[in-house]
């Protein structure tokens, strides 16, 4: 994905509104993340509802694997799901992502 | 931009860089290289906050990296160099983070820092494919570094 916005000149938006013939990226301005908790419930998850409630087609362009959908906690030791992870079992509970 | 993590690594990993002769690279804000004497460990920080990745370059620099922070707590200990900071409290969730891998690096990996390669033959460990677009990125940075000193 990295690679992706890197090609695409890595612009910053918070317009996560339909782009018909186009795709979305989540990447909003830097400023605007705090902690991934904040990020899933102000930004992440109102942007997938988003994309839901359109009825946009959602393709991972990541393998959901086990070590990409959790991640270390890097505070206390323990693991915890990626902002990947959580996309995808976001969707997956919706119905619209597959099982590993 | 919230915190220059170069700066912070440079503060923070001072004593792991010196102790082990290592030396750091600067490629950009959001990354920092350090280079082991046949290895190099990414910092990277997104959305998730930092991470930590393993790359072997001897006998040239590899095609996958893997998760050390994940390899750490997994395979051995991770320690702990503190407090768990207020999540909302970036900087210091990022400081904490530095210091606990740098400690953790220092106890219980000294095998690692030294360019020991035993650990690699666990095929359990989770490898993590570059793309071409961060290999060649990573080649060019590495050798760029290199060159400078």
């Given at each position: ?100 | ?39 190099a460990i990414l910092v990277w920080l997104d959305r998730d906050g ?68 035993e650990w690699l033959k666990d095929r359990s460990v989770m490898r ?22």
């Open positions: 994905m990295q690679s992706i916005i890197a090609e695409l000149g890595n612009m910053k938006s918070r317009d996560f509104g339909p782009k018909p013939g186009g795709f979305n990226i989540l990447n909003v301005p830097d400023e605007l993340y705090v902690n991934a908790e904040q990020f899933w419930r102000d930004f992440n998850k109102p942007w997938l509802d988003a994309a839901i409630a359109r009825g946009d087609k959602i393709v991972f362009a990541t393998q959901p694997r086990r070590d990409l959908l959790w991640r270390p906690n890097l505070s206390n030791g323990t693991y915890e799901l990626s902002g990947f992870g959580r996309e995808y079992y976001y969707l997956l509970n919706r119905g619209l992502a597959s099982r590993l | 931009m919230l915190a220059n993590l170069n700066s912070l690594v440079n503060e923070l990993w001072s004593g792991l860089i010196k102790t082990h002769n290592l030396r750091l690279c600067e490629p950009n804000d959001e990354e920092a290289i350090v280079l082991g004497p046949s290895y930092l991470s930590f990745r393993y790359l072997d370059r001897s006998p040239q620099i590899g095609r996958e990296t893997i998760d050390l922070a994940d390899y750490l707590i997994d395979k051995r200990r991770w320690i702990l160099a503190g407090e768990a900071p207020d999540p909302a409290d970036r900087l210091t969730v990022l400081r904490q983070g530095l210091n606990n891998c740098a400690r953790t690096l220092a106890e219980v990996a000294p095998d690692i820092l030294r360019g020991e390669k993590l494919p570059l793309t071409e677009l961060q290999h060649k990125e990573l080649t060019h940075a590495i050798t760029a570094c290199e060159h400078q000193h």
